[in-house]
């Protein structure tokens, strides 16, 4: 007997509020960076990214993708054992965002709530956490992992990357144990880091510390990116993905899909192409929401478990990297 | 065989600048507290508490209570497989402080780091997550855990409870996995969680998003403090060791030492009563430190260790709340 981590329901929630690519590149214009921009749209993917309004916020976004997923599970809230909130734009650092979604959810049975924050990995980081706790422990059945990014505020104006490609929007993933006679769910998982780029990405600019600083301006307080050569990606993702294979004697050619970081269209089909797969195995969906981090992985599976359900015994892979850098991958079986 | 979790080193770092009860007690003189201070400092066991100067930092402070952790443990920075860093005052939310901490020890070998923050129990959290990865993966042989508080920037100089009682500082745990045959390290942990008391405790006061808004005061980005009726503590955290120890069918009788949250000294007194264990079986630091938060069981742990060390089969607890609230405790045997 088998004790399966499965994935019993997945939810999304994306703002009203739409910014077309005509905008931005029309924003970028008084930077004399239109037509660089245009370049980079077109690169990485966008077309429309959502923007929460003013009535909305992380924890809102994040009950809302929830309250799906919990449907799509045919679970009330009462059945969640576990919370984990993970985003890099936590509303509150006090007390845990994974407790007032609890709240807001009214999941009293949920004993274990916490953040977990690996910026852009983060929702991947915290299905291998949860899944840990509901294979090695009886007291976890059914744990809620939820990805809610309210970045926009946080991308300066004149910055190109940040504010041209990031989307606000939430996510959320229900896993249930099983035990089962054949192995299945989530198989391996595995994770590289080279923390050489440590300097290229920082939130807040001016350090946690100093936002409390009033000589300092809001600007100082936003994300800070220093451009930089991030070719490297498809090279150490697609060795990334072969080591997680082999871990349960699987190759390439045995995914039937992949769930990447949203971040660029193009990295993914380079990516794809060096494991002797196929762009149509990829779910890409930045172009419609734009880049929303930590969720973006399982947004894109939202999307496509929408349009078309996986058959038993598909294989599938999720894959990203976050800020520094950091990656992580997870197999999965149907 | 038994693939046990052991603590194989502590460490921890407290600043040199010290703030002595008398300046807190004179600084309320004029908001007309200095009596009702004085009760409070009495009544949660404070004399001293460590500030972090101008030239430290959360991760500074992190990275040197890892260092004497590695070297109690005698292990080099390469040793370490995965880091955890555990605080609700992240230096950065992007890239991870685990990731700095990695960068800053040459831990070159440590594939997975991220960031947790559970609060005030976020250390305890964390050694529990990184011990089901040692206990289910081989991956995974060595965790460091580093829970980094620089959190005296953000009590606002009029609240009385978070300004004289909280203190700067570092603790850090290496965990170890290892195949014995019988049974000792990490047992068991317990849960629970309450959040109607959510709206008692919010950091930064004005939500994270509003951090960049140039119209609120470095003040409204501080630490929100509602004085609320916790007198509920004791009941809640004996009840949540009885369930603890009864996991591995032992009873308070058979604890040797309690490292419990340092934040009030007077509910660790009633906890200790009300298992019918006594107050000497406790360590209280937060007397000469102030309260470290995530890192304060631990450094009461490495503070134990230092002047007498357990014998084989002595059994301890930790126990700490976090904000809104959770509780959880832990279970070791040495």
Request: avoid cysteine.
């Given at each position: 007997?088998?004790?399966?981590?499965?994935i019993s329901g997945v939810g999304a929630y994306n703002p009203g509020k739409e910014v077309k690519n005509e905008t931005i590149i029309n924003h970028f214009r008084k930077y004399q960076l239109d037509e660089h921009v245009t370049n980079l749209l077109d690169k990485l993917g966008r077309d429309i990214r959502k923007q929460a309004d003013d009535s909305e916020s992380m924890i809102g976004m994040g009950v809302?993708?929830?309250k799906e997923a919990l449907k799509e599970a045919k679970l009330r809230a009462e059945d969640i054992d576990m919370i984990i909130s993970a985003t890099d734009t936590p509303q509150y650092l006090m007390p845990s965002c994974a407790l007032m979604i609890r709240n807001e959810l009214k999941a009293s049975n949920a004993t274990s709530v916490f953040d977990l924050n690996n910026n852009c990995v983060g929702m991947i980081s915290a299905i291998d956490v949860a899944s840990r706790y509901l294979k090695t422990d009886k007291k976890f059945k059914r744990a809620l992992i939820v990805g809610s990014l309210h970045v926009s505020p946080f991308a300066k104006e004149d910055d190109m990357i940040t504010y041209s490609?990031?989307?606000d929007g939430a996510a959320a993933v229900i896993l249930e144990s099983k035990e089962e006679e054949i192995e299945r769910g989530l198989l391996a998982t595995q994770m590289f880091t080279d923390d050489n780029y440590n300097d290229t990405i920082r939130f807040p600019e001016c350090g946690l510390h100093?936002?409390?600083?009033?000589?300092?301006?809001g600007y100082d307080r936003k994300m800070q990116w220093k451009p930089f050569?991030?070719?490297?990606l498809s090279d150490k993702w697609s060795e990334l993905v072969v080591t997680l294979l082999d871990e349960n004697e699987y190759k390439p050619e045995h995914v039937s899909h992949y769930?990447?970081?949203?971040?660029?269209?193009?990295d993914i089909k380079v990516t794809l192409e060096k494991l002797g797969n196929n762009y149509e195995q990829a779910t890409f969906i930045?172009?419609?929401y734009g880049y929303t981090g930590s969720a973006s992985p399982i947004m894109a599976l939202n999307e496509r478990l929408k349009k078309e359900k996986f058959k038993d015994e598909e294989l599938i892979v999720f894959c990203s990297v976050a800020a520094g850098y950091t990656m992580q991958a997870l197999s999965y079986k149907w």
């Open positions: 007997m088998f004790r399966n981590v499965l809302k993708a929830s490609i990031v989307g100093n936002i409390v600083d009033d000589n300092l301006k050569d991030f070719s490297f769930f990447m970081s949203q971040f660029s269209k193009d930045a172009d419609k």
